[in-house]
């Protein structure tokens, strides 16, 4: 199973909303991405070749096994990441907030969205000892947010298309050192610190405002006075202020640090006309321009199937009304799109199951029976039928229809044809469609089944009922 998490980017607000104000945030479509495979030996292997500091990922595997009770008999983790290391992306929090949930997965565990970014925020907060959580919120909600620290608001802002411009000054900042440097002048001058960040906070409320309604010029203006303050307030660079005004000079509405500042990125706004102009003085002043789009989903689970193959879909009685995408027919159970099964028996009448692998979209872990799949457009259920038994299990035996029934979930609705063959193997199961193949004897499984031990899709569960094995 592999999830991904996307990057983030602060837009106004930064700093301020360490002291309780409020800022706004976007996800970016950099993603970084965390793999997690059950090994059955016991050991939790972790290959994490751009995570510098494995202490996210060690916590995020100490909460689930400890606060979400994730049971499991060894793992591998493999992260990777487009954006660690420089670019202030949020790589520590993107990291936390995939691994809890790739974990979350692997224990079959319902953590909703909330859960996840107050277990994550809780975790990186412990390891860095300060911070307000926008980032692990863009982790985890993804979109443009409107937050308040620690979580206490988190609001989705509809906007539109972003015409941002991102350029970084190739120095990295150490956030947490800045983060220090900011509450010690705060401590030594408070009223003028306090002052600035109430300034911050109304430019946040304004943007907030002028962004919904897509006023990007003014928008940018309010980049301008957030940057005045930021200024002000000691963490802007040469560097920083050389790319701010470059941009400025070829056009841009606004523009301003983002993040922590020293360092890092900075943010502009341009209309597409000037856009190329603003890149290429960017690059001219030292700065190198990252393409990113904003405003990209939150935390997600990533699928090997492709979403776009087309199923067939057909009326109660198998007729059929038309052509529906994999995406589609899995979100609607209106839609019955046929579906072939088998039930292969060994040669002493054992039933053959298989544990479904971490990459597929739906169920992913999850015992199913001998052999299933979905009947493209064009394909007839005896096509299908040879065609799963070849993929999954790399067999070819003569099969018997049994029946066919339709199946219900939450999530979708299958019109199945069952088939049964007999074979003692050998098989060859497909890795990226298949973790596992068993014999079971008939009884074992209401046995195994009874006790929750042997956690099966609902469409395998109904199809055992079916021929009467559960
Ligand atoms: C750092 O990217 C943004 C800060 O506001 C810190 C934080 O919100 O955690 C400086």
Known sequence: MTISAPGKLMLFGEHAVVYGHPCITTAVDSRLTATIE????????????????????????????????????????????????????????????????????????????????????????????????????????????????????IEPLAVGEIPLVVGYTKVKSNTVDIVNTVAGKRDTYPEKVDRIFLGIAKIVDQAKEKMLSGDWERVGRLMDFDQEYLRDLGVSSEKLEALIAAAKGAGAWGA????????????????????????????????????????????????????????????????ILGYKTRRECHHDPSLIHRTVGVIIYDGKGRVLLQKRSMTKDMEPGLWGISAAGHVTR?????????????????????????????????????????????????????????????????????????????????????????????
């Not at 290391?85 to 565990?109: D, E, P, R």
């Not at 394909?379 to 219900?408: N, S």
Request: net charge negative; hydrophobic share 40%; charged share 25%.
């Open 378 to 470: 064009g394909q007839t259920d005896d096509e299908a039928v040879r065609r799963e038994l070849q993929e999954e299990l790399g067999i070819d035996v003569p099969l018997t229809f049994v029946k066919k029934f339709i199946t219900v979930n939450d999530q979708e609705s299958e019109r199945a044809a069952l088939y049964r063959g007999v074979s003692d193997g050998p098989f060859r199961p497909e890795a990226s469609e298949v973790s596992d193949i068993k014999f079971f004897e008939p009884r074992e499984i209401k046995l195994l089944t009874a006790s929750k031990s042997l956690p099966m899709t609902k469409a395998a569960e109904q199809t055992l009922h079916e021929v009467g094995i559960l």
């Open 38 to 153: 059950p090994t059955d030996d016991g050991k939790v292997t972790i290959d994490a070749p751009g995570v510098s500091d494995t202490r996210f990922v060690d916590g995020a595997i100490a909460l689930a096994t400890t606060q979400w009770h994730i049971r499991h008999n060894g793992f591998r983790l493999s992260t990777r990441s487009p954006f660690s290391g420089c670019y202030g992306f949020g790589s520590s929090s993107a990291v936390t907030v995939a691994t809890l949930k790739a974990l979350a997965g692997l224990g079959h565990a319902d953590i909703d969205d909330r859960k996840l970014f107050d277990a994550a925020y809780n975790i990186v907060l412990s390891i860095q000892g300060t911070g307000s959580g926008f980032d692990v919120a863009s982790a985890v909600f993804g979109r443009t947010l409107y937050f308040v620290a620690g979580g206490k608001v």
């Open 256 to 319: 301003k640090l983002s993040g922590a500042g020293c360092g890092d990125c900075m943010i502009s706004l341009a209309s597409p006309d000037k856009r190329k102009a603003v890149e290429e003085v960017i690059i001219k002043a030292g700065g190198e321009v990252v393409h990113v789009t904003p405003n990209a989903a939150g935390v997600r689970f990533e699928t090997t199937d492709d979403q776009d193959e087309m199923f067939v879909v057909v009326d109660r009685n198998d007729n």
